[in-house]
């Protein structure tokens, strides 16, 4: 699968809970980590979800938003992921930002130069990303 998002995760799913028109998928990473995705009744079936089998968590960076000091935070977004700044590349309309969440997994996101100007990023610093569980597709082999 060749795809141009930046953010492609493989994983298990862990859970498939379906609605009437949505369903909610857990996938959890190897080291842990859980994504939440939800996405259509038609795509569950057309896909073959179903728990325990491997999948693909694909969330492109625009998507993303940062932030620090997060872990205490109420919100609704369904995934908060925090570590490390890993590399900034700052441009006068956007920044982008890579943040290593665990076992060497990084992630990475675009902000606007002005936001990151705000929240003084730098290579080593914390930082939390979040995203909404629908800004999050489902991918299989």
């Known amino acids: 699968?060749?795809?141009?998002?930046?953010?492609?995760?493989?994983?298990?799913?862990?859970?498939?809970?379906?609605?009437?028109?949505?369903?909610?998928?857990?996938?959890?990473?190897?080291?842990?980590?859980?994504?939440?995705?939800?996405?259509?009744?038609?795509?569950?079936e057309k896909l073959g979800l179903t728990e325990g089998i491997a999948a693909y968590a694909i969330i492109k960076a625009n998507s993303i938003i940062l932030g620090t000091n997060l872990h205490e935070a109420t919100?609704?977004?369904?995934?908060?992921?925090c570590g490390k700044v890993q590399k900034v590349i700052d441009g006068p309309v956007s920044a982008e930002i890579d943040i290593e969440i665990g076992a060497g997994t990084v992630l990475s996101a675009v902000i606007t130069h002005?936001?990151?100007?705000?929240?003084?990023?730098?290579?080593?610093?914390?930082?939390?990303?979040?995203?909404?569980?629908?800004?999050?597709l489902i991918g299989i082999e």
């Open 1 to 44: 699968m060749n795809i141009s998002a930046r953010n492609v995760f493989k994983g298990t799913i862990t859970s498939v809970i379906k609605g009437a028109v949505n369903a909610e998928i857990d996938l959890t990473l190897d080291d842990g980590t859980s994504i939440c995705s939800v996405i259509t009744i038609g795509a569950v």
């Open 75 to 81: 919100i609704s977004a369904r995934n908060l992921m």
């Open 114 to 136: 002005e936001s990151a100007r705000k929240l003084a990023l730098k290579e080593g610093s914390h930082a939390c990303a979040i995203f909404k569980a629908s800004s999050v």
